[in-house]
């Protein structure tokens, strides 16, 4: 189901069905607390319209975001940063994979490599499918 389609035999669209499950399920809402949301945005439905929609499709839309979750790259590049703390120079080491995401970091006082290498490869190998990939 995509959310731009309306469910057959539903009135609302699948987007306002997703923004309730969601509400739902990510904030710890009561299914009262979610029908308040949705009546303050103008869309009126029963607190039992929105537990029959939880009971229906929370397994689509949780399967749906599973398989768009981001997937941890094998490529992961090493960022430096010189930085002054309280006057005094340092250097921050960061992991960044593929899609430019932090997966670890590291503060030091010198410039060597070598060091940060030893304590970033075992965060970066842990995030690693396959841990053979990793060559600092």
């Known amino acids: 189901m995509s959310l731009t389609e309306k469910p057959k035999r539903y009135r609302f669209p699948s ?24 009546a303050y945005r103008g869309i009126i439905v029963s607190h039992e319209t929105i537990r029959n ?20 790259s094998d ?32 503060l030091t006082e010198t410039q060597k490599q070598g060091i940060c290498y030893t304590v970033l490869k075992p965060v970066i190998t842990s995030l690693l499918k396959s841990k053979s990939h990793c060559h600092g």
């Open 15 to 38: 987007s306002i069905i997703s923004c309730a499950i969601w509400q739902y399920h990510r904030f710890n809402l009561s299914i009262r607390d979610v029908q308040e949301q949705l």
């Open 53 to 72: 929609w939880c009971v229906k499709f929370s397994r689509q839309f949780k399967d749906v975001l599973q398989k768009q979750e981001r997937k941890i």
């Open 75 to 106: 490529k992961w590049h090493l960022d430096e940063m010189s930085l002054r703390i309280n006057g005094e120079s340092f250097i921050l080491w960061r992991a960044v994979d593929e899609q430019g995401m932090g997966t670890g970091c590291f």
